[in-house]
């Protein structure tokens, strides 16, 4: 039965070649309805003085949306923003020239990229007299090419407001407490002139907190509280934590989540 086995034979290459053409139509439907969104690395050169220091070279994102003009756009402004609005008519390479004199580490994180939105930090470490070190967020939709402020993401004017600045004030208070702790502690040998500056950086600090910072995460939106000191007491910098879940601030958000 030569006829029957070729037959049989040939309806497996049928079935497959159409389970071919539908999973080739699924993943064309999938890449062309769905914007893809990639973050390049731009690799800058250290300055020669520090090219020993942390790895050869320093790590810059570079957002591809797929959309030529809307990259202008997002990552000219993103440049602007992160050389401190020194830069903003030429080239990437140009600014990076002038913006890397001090620069000794330079990397990024990426940690929101969904719902037309991507969230993404630049960590920071130069170094002149001293070194230090800082991060600068940012937040784009990515479908049009605009930078998000915080207003824009969540209610800031109501309730909300009012639980970030008690869970600000409280973690404040509790760091303060901490320090006198050390204060009282006849085995340590924290003076009363270094505690007395370091509380009056914390009541600064915390008196000017804004609204500005923020990042997006996955589950949950962090609002960044930085509170930056002298280099000789720089070791008490106080580490404050505003993550919100969405499931938990949703009635305040202003983005789909």
Same mark, same amino acid.
Request: with cysteine.
């Given at each position: 039965?030569?006829?029957?086995?070729?037959?049989?034979?040939?309806?497996?290459?049928?079935?497959?070649?159409?389970?071919?053409?539908?999973?080739?139509?699924?993943?064309?439907?999938?890449?062309?309805?769905?914007?893809?969104?990639?973050?390049?690395?731009?690799?800058?050169?250290?300055?020669?003085?520090?090219?020993?220091?942390?790895?050869?070279?320093?790590?810059?994102?570079?957002?591809?949306?797929?959309?030529?003009?809307?990259?202008?756009?997002?990552?000219?402004?993103?440049?602007?923003?992160?050389?401190?609005?020194?830069?903003?008519?030429?080239?990437?390479?140009?600014?990076? +020239? %002038? *913006? =890397?004199?001090?620069?000794?580490?330079?990397?990024?994180?990426?940690? !929101? /990229?969904?719902?037309?939105? @991507?969230?993404?930090?630049?960590?920071?470490?130069?170094?002149?007299?001293?070194? +230090? %070190? *800082? =991060?600068?967020?940012?937040?784009?939709?990515?479908?049009?090419?605009? !930078? /998000?402020?915080?207003?824009? @993401?969540?209610?800031?004017?109501?309730?909300?407001?009012?639980?970030?600045?008690?869970?600000?004030?409280?973690?404040?208070?509790?760091?303060?407490?901490?320090?006198?702790?050390? /204060?009282?502690?006849?085995?340590?040998?924290?003076?009363?002139?270094?505690?007395?500056?370091?509380?009056?950086?914390?009541?600064?600090?915390?008196?000017?907190?804004?609204?500005?910072?923020?990042?997006?995460?996955?589950?949950?939106?962090?609002?960044?509280?930085?509170?930056?000191?002298?280099?000789?007491?720089?070791?008490?910098?106080?580490?404050?934590?505003?993550?919100?879940?969405?499931?938990?601030?949703?009635?305040?958000?202003?983005?789909?989540?």
């Amino acid at each position: 039965m030569p006829g029957l086995r070729k037959a049989q034979d040939v309806m497996p290459n049928f079935y497959m070649i159409r389970i071919l053409l539908t999973i080739i139509v699924l993943t064309f439907g999938l890449n062309t309805l769905g914007q893809k969104v990639t973050v390049d690395t731009l690799f800058v050169s250290r300055k020669e003085k520090f090219s020993n220091s942390q790895g050869e070279n320093l790590k810059y994102p570079i957002i591809r949306t797929g959309n030529q003009n809307i990259d202008k756009v997002i990552n000219r402004d993103m440049k602007v923003r992160f050389t401190r609005y020194d830069n903003q008519d030429i080239s990437l390479d140009s600014a990076f +020239s %002038n *913006w =890397t004199e001090k620069i000794i580490f330079l990397d990024f994180e990426v940690t !929101y /990229l969904k719902n037309g939105l @991507i969230s993404l930090n630049i960590n920071s470490e130069g170094c002149g007299a001293y070194c +230090s %070190n *800082w =991060t600068d967020y940012f937040t784009y939709n990515y479908t049009t090419g605009e !930078y /998000l402020t915080i207003n824009r @993401i969540i209610d800031t004017t109501g309730e909300f407001r009012g639980l970030v600045i008690t869970d600000k004030d409280k973690q404040y208070e509790r760091k303060s407490l901490e320090l006198k702790e050390i /204060l009282t502690d006849d085995d340590g040998d924290f003076e009363k002139d270094t505690y007395d500056m370091v509380i009056e950086y914390y009541k600064d600090c915390s008196s000017t907190f804004q609204f500005n910072s923020f990042a997006l995460h996955d589950d949950y939106l962090e609002i960044i509280e930085t509170c930056f000191l002298p280099n000789v007491i720089k070791s008490m910098r106080p580490l404050i934590e505003l993550k919100y879940k969405y499931t938990d601030i949703k009635k305040y958000l202003r983005i789909k989540n």
